[in-house]
């Protein structure tokens, strides 16, 4: 038998019924909104009078209640987890929840347990039999270990945790102490819920939003119960830290449903004009904290992965304009770029959504050890990133289920701008008009997304049918046409490639023949005359240009032979305009293609693995 560790990025959730009334349709919901989290398999134990029932399978959650009936099933205490596999087979036995040998012990696991295999063979050596292949099933097993030797079982919990090396977030449920639901945090997310009927613990906050706004976040280290009417925690790596306090979460409940929309990628992009007005006002409060830190900095490194590497990628470039000696770094590439030169003067600024994301957090720590200064910007309030930073600040951007990144990305832009305002302010250089800019892209935005909508929509039809794509853009440009890029190729599964639109004409241009798509990044800068001559080299190999340009631009047009305009406004802010219609782009083709938005393959929203 193969037997590996299973590097999962996964969903856990939790109720617990105050008043005995039956969680399962709850439990079920709340998968469902963790399901951006992971949708290889999923599993659910709970509590039938004094009888632990486990019904797991591989696939999604809609077939498995189709296929399970596990509505028909009524308890007031659960547990539940959906997974998303980056190694170990996808199979039934594999899905979590995992048991003991009894049958008694219930573990659902998100994250990695590096010294599996010697537990196992330990365990194993002691009579323990396994079931499956995953990494996950020692827990249940140590505990029951420890259990059998008369502890109690929050005192075997922590024994076994003990023995654990890696990252976990845990939620066990019995039948040996069956009023309650045993946790255990480290390096991984879990949240606990406070309801009036119920206590819900889950990885991420959008699971029990519908229900109630006031959670605890849990830290590394924190282990304890939920039960009717108590809520334990303690710090097994500070006793001296008391419960965490409890916040409101400012989000609305609504934001976290798809309401009338397809899908919910198409949501958060509608929503666009919303989360910037919200994260302008959010970053403007809270950027004064950090302009000194900014201002005292030898250098800052902004870190991020994915899309919020090309919002940083936008922060550098904007930065260098106004004289602020930055550098935007691949989070997984930090180590080998400034492992050794980051120091105690220099602030690493990290950028992320989820807060999660391995090589970001991982980047951080590295940083941390040579003594650099953390400021962190995330969307996710209870995420570990926060909480490891020095200063953090959170956008207003409201919860983003779709995996691939709109609205967060808009928003880490939007917050770059105001960020640069404050520090600017603090040094007496007027940003004013930028400013005024951006206060009005809202607005703009609203009036023009139907326009950009049914643009794109046209374009897509086209489009559908293409194997290749370029994204071109210089300046500001550039990371935007990499965004644009990286949405067509991850949701509607294109290949493309985004290149600096000089840069194109030392390589990648050769690609080029009768009818490959171009998509040109065309702003109003100093860079536009360079754009046009890198376009008119394209056209005379045949390329099929569609351009994004300013409103009313001749030249361009006649060059072009698609075009999306984009309202006139600061050339420091106009680039957000330009990333509207190129998700609607990616998102029009893949609804073509017959792909779900939301749930590209092979990803998932929080990839929290190496
Ligand atoms: C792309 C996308 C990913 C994320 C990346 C980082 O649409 O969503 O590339 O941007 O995984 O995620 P966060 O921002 O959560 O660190």
Not at 410 to 424: D, G
Request: glycine residues 8%; aromatic residues 8%; proline residues 4%.
């Amino acid at each position: 038998m193969q037997v590996e560790a299973e590097t999962v990025m996964c969903g856990i959730a939790a109720i617990i019924s105050k008043n005995f009334r039956n969680v399962i349709p709850k439990l079920v919901r709340m998968l469902k909104n963790l399901e951006y989290r992971g949708y290889d398999s999923c599993g659910f134990a709970f509590l039938d009078g004094t009888s632990l029932v486990v019904a797991k399978a591989k696939g999604t959650i809609d077939n498995f209640v189709k296929k399970s009936g596990i509505l028909k099933q009524t308890s007031d205490i659960g547990i539940a987890h959906t997974r998303w596999a980056t190694h170990g087979a996808v199979s039934d036995t594999n899905a979590h929840p995992h048991l003991d040998c009894s049958g008694d012990i219930a573990v659902v696991h998100n994250g990695i347990i590096d010294n599996f295999m010697e537990l196992r063979e330990e365990l194993e050596r002691k009579g323990h039999i396994f079931r499956s292949e995953t990494d996950t099933e020692v827990i249940s097993h140590l505990i029951e270990h420890y259990y059998s030797q008369g502890k109690s079982f929050l005192e075997a919990i922590k024994m076994a945790i003990r023995k654990l090396r890696g990252t976990y977030a845990l939620v066990i449920l019995t039948r040996h102490d069956g009023d309650k639901i045993f946790f255990a945090r480290n390096g991984q997310p879990l949240m606990i819920g406070v309801g009036n009927s119920e206590i819900y613990v889950a990885s991420d906050i959008p699971a029990f939003l519908e229900w109630t706004k006031k959670a605890l976040i849990l830290r590394d280290g924190d282990i304890g119960f939920v039960s009717r009417n108590e809520i334990y925690i303690e710090n097994v790596i500070n006793p001296d830290l008391g419960m965490p306090e409890p916040i409101e979460v400012p989000w609305d409940p609504d934001q976290a449903q798809k309401g009338e929309f397809p899908f919910f990628m198409l949501k958060e992009i509608y929503e666009q004009p919303d989360a910037i007005q919200r994260t302008i006002m959010s970053v403007l409060h809270k950027a004064e904290g950090i302009v000194d830190d900014i201002l005292n900095a030898d250098f800052i490194y902004i870190v991020g992965a994915g899309s919020s590497y090309y919002s940083s990628l936008y922060a550098q470039y904007l930065y260098a304009r106004w004289g602020l000696r930055t550098m935007a770094v691949i989070a997984s590439e930090f180590e080998d770029i400034a492992g050794h030169v980051v120091d105690r003067n220099d602030i690493v600024f990290a950028v992320s959504q989820s807060g999660e994301t391995f090589d970001t957090i991982q980047a951080v720590k590295i940083a941390k050890k040579r003594g650099a200064k953390i400021i962190s910007l995330v969307n996710n309030m209870g995420s570990t990133l926060r909480m490891i930073s020095d200063k953090s600040i959170v956008m207003g951007a409201g919860p983003e289920i779709g995996v691939a990144a709109t609205k967060t990305f808009s928003t880490q832009i939007a917050s770059f701008i105001v960020i640069l305002k404050v520090i600017l302010d603090a040094q007496g250089v007027d940003y004013e008009e930028q400013m005024k800019s951006l206060s009005m892209v809202p607005r703009v935005l609203s009036e023009k997304m139907k326009h950009f909508d049914e643009k794109a929509m046209l374009i897509a039809e086209w489009m559908k049918t293409k194997t290749d794509a370029f994204f071109l853009g210089r300046g500001l440009g550039y990371p935007i046409a990499l965004e644009g890029s990286l949405k067509l190729k991850e949701i509607a599964y294109i290949h493309s490639e985004s290149y600096p639109a000089g840069e194109s004409k030392h390589g990648p241009i050769a690609l080029i023949e009768k009818g490959f798509p171009v998509i040109e990044i065309i702003l109003n800068d100093k860079n536009y005359d360079a754009m046009i001559a890198g376009i008119q080299e394209m056209k005379s190999r045949g390329a099929m240009i569609i351009s994004l340009l300013p409103e009313g631009d001749q030249k361009a047009s006649e060059l072009s032979d698609h075009i999306v305009e984009i309202p006139h406004m600061h050339e420091e802010v106009m680039p957000i305009l330009y990333v509207v219609p190129l998700q609607l782009l990616a998102y029009h083709v893949a609804v073509k293609r017959g792909y779900d938005p939301d749930k590209p393959r092979n990803l998932a929203k929080s990839v929290t693995v190496k």
